[in-house]
């Protein structure tokens, strides 16, 4: 189950941040989230150890800590999506599928000509759909 | 790590064991546990008794363990592994010395018998024998020694101690030879580790056949040998094995959780667990010492992954937890502790295929981290644990201790002098494990863990994981009470959150410093992160339950309001501050204000932030201008403002507005000499604009800069904050990411986007008139004066100072004075000095008094001068070449007499001045009337231009130097004189006045000319002549100019022209013309043409004479003669005028064939005034002229 997801702007500020927890760690998810930016700086700044996935904006398992697990995606405008899970076991593909309709969620989101760049996003339409691909998150059918 | 006893923590050691010839021990035992490699432990035990002791100790137990119809009591003894590198030896080496066995036959029967018991002890555990035979070299030869002993002797010695008789070593202890000491023992090692490794290696094989047999039903016996075959396995460094069935034993232990019923369930659970724990560290640890890395952290996260669920029973939840932190914090240990760590990750990808592992997991931070999260799920779960089962007698817990199993525990009871095991159930263990819990404090253990992480998360630059650990200590220290510590912790992460834009984190940190500064007693600080957190922009979209929220509460609008009104409460004196200490209520009051200073980098600019603009950039002293005073506030409510203060950097400009609604401006408008202005309301309504115009006006010129926006609330509470131009005015690094309106502090657009909080004030206007007089064109030479008058029109002057500065027309800007000085150019123009007033001259200046003049630059000081007065000089400058310049005077002074508060007003003034050359000086060479000597230079005329004049040696010539007067003024002519220079080698010629000297100074007016005639005689010598210099002193006639007599038409300006070279020539014949002054009609009179040849040469001469019509003559028209060398020609005409008048004599023409040279006189030579008759007048006028030139004289 995905517990949260967050994007992260380019001063590593947050521009979307929601969780999907009935548990107390709304909080705490935030502090991995802020967190996982260190990785994520980590990969970017040192593409060496990334090897061949030099182009690649799936930044993959972030790191697991607790009870969740934590990915990355780097968009070309260096705009930071993390997700967080409890799924201990996490398919790649089903990361990277969810990345791939975020990343659309969100284009259409900044797309839209009353939204500033940089700024946070409150577009609740933004919000539903990214509720929807949480919900249908590694459920094969959902692709 | 130190959790575990030592024998697990490192590597078994083999043991073994000397027992007789006791002095031999320390040797070889020293040796065995420094020099061997691997290093064998020895006990040296000094006879056969002590053996027995030891191994008859457990031999008792040794044969109950293999029984397998009843079950077992537990996994593995706590001390087996103890007991094996303590105790029981792997190998047994009986030393005899020499003497005894080649001694009497009792000697050599004590040793048989000695070796027998040695066998019978030994043989029950296949314990390895070595017969060692020291032979002592020293005490007697050795030769005969082994012959003594005898090959029998050490044949009987092997056989009754059944041993092969490689394992039959002769010792030579006290060899002189150091080497072969060293040979011996390390061939005694190599014996020693051979027969260890045969024993463990016998010992584990019969293990693995009890394994192998597969009739083991209980599973603890099943790991149980599982680890002693790999405890024998690391014995002999058979890493591998060892690591096999370290494996093994741990997964049967992990399927032995849901079968085994032996225990009661937590005891049961607890035993497995610390059982896994033991064989966990064991195979990391064999795992990192390989390098294997990655195989280690995989198996960690296994073992994690398949222990984490096993929580056990809700009261023993903190156990788990306990262990769970355990867990991670020993692989932390472990991976730091390994060297390979740093060497290997750095080369491996991550994080992209499934399963791998990432970055962090290589780092012990990552684990100290996780284990100090463990350890506080522990702590909360003790707690829950402990207030459910709060008041209990531990009476029981007090006499529990370790049992004989790994893992186990049990009640020690004491009855009389035996103390008895005695199993406990499950209450009873956790009272136990409750009392234990309570003795450690949790929470300096989680700060410890967070330390090490977050020194090791620093190290690695991750600054955020950091500063997540950093908040997690600074909680602990917060939760402990330590709130200095936590302070200060929390302070470096707010910062960091702030940077960052976090503001839910941000909240959640604030909240905590509020409760700090609270526990505390600083108000200040409780206010400053109160308001902070006012005006945070918390987004209702994220729902945070309260529990998990810090002091706090979850960051939402209710609760920023909530926060909003406690602080303005405090901070009006409406409601106190609980303060944590002595249950003190705090209020403001007047003797404790508080006053909060908001400058470009305080995270309350978003409580208030002010913007000034001056709408104009540049303003008029004494004209009063607009500025538009901006107030922005991101408080969570609305607030008033009681006043509002504005100061300048010119404290006149300050003003204050009140509130006219508040109550405090009735009673606080006792402010003296500043203005005070009043507005409606000054309601700061969140998120928008509070706009006020004024008027402002200062006096002062320079810069006007407002500094500060003073805002009071309350009557003890007031907010100074920075001023910032609305140009320039950074972005609120929280707010800036918030999607709402921009607006902007003015209402004009324009102004926001360019207003400034600084405008320059302009100088007054200056009321003082600057003058430059100068009338007409400077002339080169002269002492120019311009006369400069300062007149006072309004303004008293104080201090004043003039500035003068010559600058070229055609070199464009000023030049500095520095720059001018080793310039050629600026020398052309030059200012000579400046002259005071009429009869005060420099001399008479004050020493205060600034003068300073250079080339081109002068500065001179004025003094005070009271309105209407003026005050002149003169400027006295110098042309050097005709040139136009530029001067440029200014005049600065301060309007009042106070030097410090000097505002200067400047006066500029210029004026172009034309310099020009005052006299030209010609001059011309003539030759003697009707004398013309031949030059050759002249008939041979190159056409150059520059070829010098030529005058004939020893010839009288004529030089009349001319002066013409080129201004459009009158000059006054001086005298006119030629002087030979200096420098000339020698006089070569003679120079001489032609005639009187001028008798009073000669008026020229402009464009008439002067002349002045000389004789020169050029004298042998050089051919080349210095004539010598034009001296020509004048000045201007100033006749109408000054009426005063001005002293200034004194000087005399001497102008000098220097005359060019000639060149001077012998000329090889002189013709000349000889006929009297006049004649009269009818009367004849002589006409002589003389021939002069001053040559060697004989010259021929061709002449001819042309008729004229008003003569009659005689002698011949035209021949050829020839002139003697040295000698002189006459031509001799009688001629007889028939008119009179002014008449031209008959022309002759000579012409030098040698040369030539025509030579025919000019008109005015051959001209003759021919009188009607003879003239009366020569008489008077001959002596009317003699008497005038005498006075001359």
């Known amino acids: ?129 990214v509720s929807t691909i949480v919900k249908s998150f590694g459920l094969s059918s959902a692709d | ?208 056949t009890l394994l192998d047999k597969k009739t083991l039903n209980s599973p603890e016996l099943n790991i149980r040998y599982c680890i002693k075959v790999a405890v024998y396995a690391e014995f002999r460094r058979d890493w591998v094995e060892a690591l096999r069935f370290y494996e093994d034993a741990y997964h049967t232990l992990r399927e032995m959780i849901g079968t085994s019923t032996r225990l ?72 730091e502790t390994s060297s390979a760590t740093t060497q290997s990750f750095s080369s491996l990808p991550f994080g992209t295929a499934d399963r791998s592992l990432t970055e962090w997991e290589f780092h012990p931070a990552y684990y100290y981290q996780l284990a100090a999260h463990h350890l506080k799920e522990k702590r909360s779960s003790l707690e829950i644990t402990l207030s459910m089962s709060a008041n209990e007698n531990n009476s029981s817990a007090e006499s529990v201790a370790p049992s004989v199993y790994v893992g186990q525990f049990a009640q020690l009871l004491e009855q009389g002098d035996v103390c008895t095991m005695h199993p406990l159930t499950d209450e009873e263990y956790i009272h136990y494990a409750i009392a234990e819990g309570k003795r450690f404090q949790d929470s300096f253990e989680i700060i410890a863990l967070l330390k090490k992480s977050y020194e090791s998360y620093g190290n690695l630059e991750a600054r955020r994981k950091g500063y997540f650990c950093e908040f997690q200590i600074a909680r602990e220290y917060f939760s402990v ?91 009006r004196g409406e409601a106190g501050l609980a303060l944590v200490e002595d249950n003190y209520e705090f209020k403001l009051d007047v003797d404790t204000p508080v006053h909060l200073e908001i400058d470009l980098v305080s995270p309350l600019r978003s409580v208030l932030l002010a913007s000034v603009a001056f709408h104009e950039q540049i303003i008029k002293p ?94 003890h509470f007031s907010i100074c904050c920075r001023a910032e131009s609305p140009a320039s005015m950074d972005d609120l690094p929280l707010w800036k990411f918030e999607d709402r309106m921009e607006t902007f502090p003015t209402k004009d657009p324009a102004l926001a986007f360019s207003g400034q909080k600084v405008a320059q004030v302009e100088e007054p206007d200056p009321q003082v008139d600057l003058s430059l007089g100068a009338s007409s064109p400077a002339l080169v030479g002269e002492n120019f004066m311009v006369p400069v008058t300062v007149t006072s029109k309004g303004h008293d002057i104080y201090s ?10 055609r070199g464009g800007g000023l030049f500095s004075p520095r720059e001018a000085e080793p310039s050629t150019d600026s020398h052309h123009v030059e200012l000579l000095g400046i002259a005071g007033k009429e009869g005060e001259n420099e001399s008479q200046m004050g020493p205060d008094e600034i003068k300073k003049i250079q080339q081109s630059f002068g500065l001179v000081s004025v003094p005070f001068l009271k309105n209407g007065d003026s005050w002149s000089c003169k400027l006295e400058i110098k042309w050097h070449r005709p040139k136009p310049i530029m001067l440029y005077v200014s005049l600065g002074y301060s309007l009042n007499s106070n030097e410090l508060s000097a505002q200067k007003v400047h006066v500029h003034k210029s004026l172009q001045i034309e310099g020009k050359t005052a006299v030209l000086i010609s001059h011309q060479f003539m030759l003697p009337f009707r004398r013309e000597p031949l030059l050759l230079s002249r008939i041979k005329t190159v056409p150059d231009s520059d070829q010098l004049e030529s005058l004939p040696l020893n010839e009288t010539s004529i030089l009349v130097v001319s002066t013409k ?59 080349k002549l210095t004539l010598g210099t034009v001296y020509l002193k004048w000045r201007r006639d100033f006749v109408c100019e000054d009426q005063s007599g001005s002293p200034m038409s004194e000087a005399w300006v001497l102008t000098k022209h220097r005359l060019p070279e000639v060149n001077a020539e012998l000329s090889p014949l002189v013709v000349s013309l000889e006929c009297p002054p006049y004649a009269i009609l009818g009367d004849p009179f002589m006409y002589n043409v003389k021939i002069w040849n001053q040559t060697q040469l004989l010259q021929e001469v061709k002449y001819s004479l042309a008729d004229a019509q008003t003569f009659v003559l005689s002698g011949s028209h035209n021949d050829t003669v020839f002139v003697l060398p040295k000698s002189e020609h006459i031509l001799s005409y009688k001629v007889v005028p028939l008119a009179s008048g002014l ?51």
């Open chain 2, 481 to 571: 009470g330590d709130f200095d510590n936590a302070k200060q912790r929390f302070d470096g992460v707010a910062s960091l959150y702030r940077q960052e834009g976090w503001v839910t984190l941000l909240w959640e940190v604030l909240g905590y410093l509020r409760e700090c500064s609270r526990a505390h007693g600083k108000v200040k600080d409780f206010i400053e992160y109160s308001l902070e957190m006012a005006a945070l922009p918390v987004s209702d979209i994220g729902s945070f339950r309260f529990k998990e929220c810090g002091p706090a509460g979850p960051s939402s609008m209710p609760q920023r309001e909530a926060i909003h009104k406690e602080v303005f409460g405090l901070v």
């Open chain 1, 1 to 129: 189950m995905i517990v949260c997801v967050a994007v992260v702007g380019h001063q590593n500020n947050p521009l979307y941040i929601q969780s999907f927890t009935e548990a107390d760690d709304a909080l705490k998810l935030h502090h991995i989230v802020h967190s996982s930016l260190d990785v994520v700086d980590e990969r970017v700044n040192n593409p060496r150890k990334s090897g061949p996935t030099l182009n690649e904006t799936f930044l993959g398992l972030l790191y697991p800590t607790e009870n969740y697990k934590v990915y990355g995606y780097l968009t070309n405008t260096k705009v930071k999506f993390i997700l967080v899970t409890t799924d201990l076991d996490v398919r790649d593909a089903d990361v990277r599928n969810f990345f791939r309709r975020f990343h659309a969620a969100y284009v259409d989101a900044v797309s839209n000509p009353f939204h500033v760049p940089g700024k946070k996003i409150i577009s609740r339409t933004f919000a539903d759909r």
């Open chain 2, 622 to 715: 004494g004209v009063s201008t607009l500025i538009t005073l901006s107030l922005l506030s991101h408080l969570a409510l609305s607030i008033e403002i009681d006043q509002l203060e504005v100061r300048f950097n010119q404290s006149e400009c300050n003003f204050i507005i009140m509130n006219s609604l508040s109550p405090l401006s009735a009673m606080s408008t006792n402010q003296q000499g500043c203005r005070v202005e009043s507005a409606p309301s000054l309601a700061l309504v969140a998120n928008k604009w509070l706009r006020l115009n004024y008027e402002i006006k200062s006096e002062k010129s320079g810069k006007l800069e407002c500094i500060s926006v003073i805002a009071t609330m309350g009557s």
């Open chain 2, 1 to 208: 790590m130190e959790e575990y006893s030592e024998e697990w923590r490192s590597p078994p050691v083999s043991l073994v064991a000397l027992v007789g010839c006791s002095e031999q021990h320390t040797l070889i035992s020293e040796h065995l546990t420094s020099e061997q490699h691997p290093p064998i432990n020895a006990l040296a035990l000094p006879d056969l008794s002590k053996l027995s002791y030891l191994l008859n100790l457990h031999h008792q137990r040794h044969h109950h363990d293999p029984d397998p119809s009843t079950p077992p009591a537990g996994i593995i003894k706590r001390d087996w592994l103890l007991k094996h590198s303590t105790r029981f030896p792997s190998v047994v080496a009986a030393l005899f010395s020499s003497n005894q066995v080649s001694g009497d036959p009792s000697q050599w029967h004590q040793v048989c018998s000695d070796l027998d018991s040695l066998k019978v002890l030994i043989r029950q555990r296949n314990i390895k024998l070595l017969i060692i035979l020291v032979v002592h070299s020293s005490s007697s030869p050795l030769q005969p020694q082994d012959d003594e002993i005898g090959e029998d002797r050490i044949l009987a010695l092997r056989k009754r101690a059944e041993v092969e008789s490689k394992y039959l070593f002769v010792f030579t202890p006290d060899s002189d030879d150091a080497a072969q000491l060293t040979q011996s023992l390390n061939r005694l090692g190599s014996i020693f580790a051979e027969l260890a490794n045969t024993y463990y290696r016998d010992e584990g094989r019969r293990i693995k």
């Open chain 2, 264 to 335: 009661p369930a937590i005891q049961r659970l607890v035993e497995i667990k610390t059982v896994a724990e033991l064989l966990h560290f064991k195979i990391s640890t064999l795992l990192l010492h390989g390098g294997k890395i990655i195989e280690a952290i995989t198996w960690f996260r296994q073992h994690n992954a398949s222990y984490k669920k096993l929580v056990g029973s809700p009261e023993a939840t903190f156990l788990h937890w306990e262990w769970m932190s355990r867990q991670f914090l020993v692989f932390a240990e472990l991976l």
């Open chain 2, 965 to 1023: 007067n080129s201004t459009e003024v009158p000059l006054q002519l001086h005298s006119m004189s030629i002087e030979v220079d200096d420098d000339a080698i020698e006089s070569s010629c003679s120079v001489q006045h032609g005639g009187e000297g001028l008798l009073g100074p000669a008026i020229l007016v402009p464009g008439q000319q002067f002349k002045k005639v000389f004789t020169v005689i050029p004298e042998g010598g050089s051919s």
């Open chain 2, 800 to 809: 004043g100072e003039l500035k003068i500065n010559l600058v070229d027309v």
């Open chain 2, 1143 to 1193: 008449q031209q004599l008959p022309r002759v023409t000579v012409t030098s064939v040698r040369y030539s040279a025509g030579f025919q006189p000019s008109i005015d030579a051959s001209t003759i005034f021919i009188f009607p008759s003879e003239p009366h007048i020569k008489q008077a006028d001959m002596g009317a002229k003699t008497p005038e030139s005498v006075a001359a004289k």
